[in-house]
């Protein structure tokens, strides 16, 4: 097998296989704690930019299987301690291999992701090169940043997505949209209209829409100076619910503020607290940045059950809410699911309505 590294801006080489595309890259580097959905995780689009490291040892073993994509693949690179390379499922359509030679996205194996991983959480989120050759020099991996991410997660052009027997009209805000989130909309009667990043406000409020949903997204939230302003003028007008980044770019249209997280909150088993009931939910989180609490426009909703930080805001005010996790999942637990309720609720002239 080919030797390829694992280069980390702090300098640490990690010595493992090649596998997926014969090219190197520089990304992000950021762990997810998934048992499950590596398809899922590969096809994320908020995940632009970045190298996905998978801290579940074994990763293929379903294969590959279109109709569970999520989006595009616009990963940076791919890091597991093992890829099959014979997987079994019925539904499988080629190899994680293939998969990621089809993407231009390159792949390394049999390095120790448990010890990368534990770098990370000590020191915090790195930038990191996959090469066939170790590097002369890290002033290109160190200067690296994410950029520009949105425009390139959003679709470029509307995307109507009808339902039969609709009886609401959401506009989807795609930011880098999962495609659950139009999954679940079209489950509740709500035919979808999925918007490129930057359609301005007063076209979503001229298409005779009844409610705004913000999708999820890659990169710094801040960086999107346009569509928070476009976010400003929606609230208040329609019932907006923003998902992820949505989330996060709903606080800045109010006045909040974000702030990048040490090493993020990646994985299917997150534990968050609904403050107003008093539980816990098991949540799908993918994100690097967080809402910060102190000054937090509306009220706090939710908090990360481990380290305390924002994942849900009420906007009673303005007929809105938001979650900084995933109540769509897929993959992941359903716990969250009935938040859609609650939107199509709010859509229907219920402003009290509640998860």
């Known amino acids: 097998m080919k030797t390829r590294y694992l280069v980390l801006s702090s300098g640490e080489v990690f010595e493992g296989y090649a596998f997926g595309a014969e090219c190197d890259a520089v990304g992000e580097l950021v762990f997810t704690t998934n048992m499950c959905g590596y398809i899922e995780t590969l096809t994320d689009p908020s995940?632009?930019?970045?190298?996905?490291?998978?801290?579940?040892?074994?990763?293929?073993?379903?294969?590959?299987?279109?109709?569970?994509?999520?989006g595009d693949c616009l990963a940076r690179g791919y890091?597991?301690?093992?890829?099959?390379?014979?997987?079994?499922?019925?539904?499988?359509?080629?190899?994680?291999?293939?998969?990621?030679?089809?993407?231009?996205?390159?792949?390394?194996?049999?390095?120790d992701t448990r010890e990368i991983t534990r770098i990370l959480r000590d020191r915090g989120v790195v930038n990191a090169l996959i090469?066939?050759?170790?590097?002369?020099?890290?002033?290109?991996?160190?200067?690296?940043?994410?950029?520009?991410?949105?425009?390139?997660?959003?679709?470029?052009?509307?995307?109507?997505?009808?339902?039969?027997?609709a009886r609401l009209r959401v506009a989807l805000l795609d930011y880098g949209a999962k495609r659950n989130i139009a999954r679940e909309l079209l489950r509740r009667g709500?035919?979808?209209?999925?918007?490129?990043?930057?359609?301005?406000?007063?076209?979503?409020?001229?298409?005779?829409f009844d409610g705004v949903m913000l999708s999820n997204g890659p990169g710094d939230p801040a960086e999107n100076a346009f569509e928070i302003e476009q976010i400003r003028l929606l609230m208040g007008k329609l019932p907006v619910f923003g998902i992820c980044l949505g989330h996060q770019l709903m606080a800045?249209?109010?006045g909040?503020?974000?702030?990048?997280?040490?090493?993020?909150?990646?994985?299917?088993?997150?534990?968050?607290?609904?403050?107003?009931?008093?539980?816990?939910?098991?949540?799908?989180q993918n994100h690097g940045y967080a809402?910060?609490?102190?000054?937090?426009?509306?009220?706090?909703?939710y908090v990360n059950a481990n380290d305390g930080t924002c994942e849900g805001v009420d906007y009673p005010a303005l007929n809105a809410f938001s979650a900084q996790f995933h109540p769509e999942a897929c993959a992941g637990p359903q716990d969250a699911v009935s938040m859609f309720d609650r939107f199509v609720a709010m859509m229907e002239g219920n402003a009290n309505a509640d998860a």
């Open 47 to 70: 995940y632009a930019g970045q190298i996905i490291m998978q801290t579940f040892p074994l990763i293929g073993n379903c294969g590959i299987i279109p109709q569970d994509f999520e």
């Open 79 to 111: 890091v597991v301690r093992e890829a099959c390379d014979a997987p079994s499922n019925f539904r499988s359509e080629g190899t994680l291999d293939a998969f990621l030679k089809s993407r231009g996205v390159p792949g390394v194996m049999g390095v």
């Open 131 to 165: 090469c066939d050759a170790k590097p002369a020099s890290l002033d290109d991996v160190r200067a690296y940043a994410v950029r520009g991410a949105v425009a390139a997660a959003s679709t470029k052009r509307r995307v109507d997505i009808p339902c039969e027997n």
């Open 190 to 208: 709500c035919a979808v209209a999925q918007l490129p990043h930057d359609t301005p406000a007063e076209a979503v409020l001229a298409g005779g």
């Open 252 to 254: 800045l249209a109010q």
């Open 256 to 284: 909040g503020r974000t702030k990048k997280l040490k090493f993020g909150h990646r994985g299917a088993n997150q534990p968050v607290r609904d403050l107003k009931r008093n539980h816990t939910l098991i949540t799908s």
């Open 291 to 301: 809402v910060e609490n102190e000054g937090l426009p509306g009220g706090l909703r």
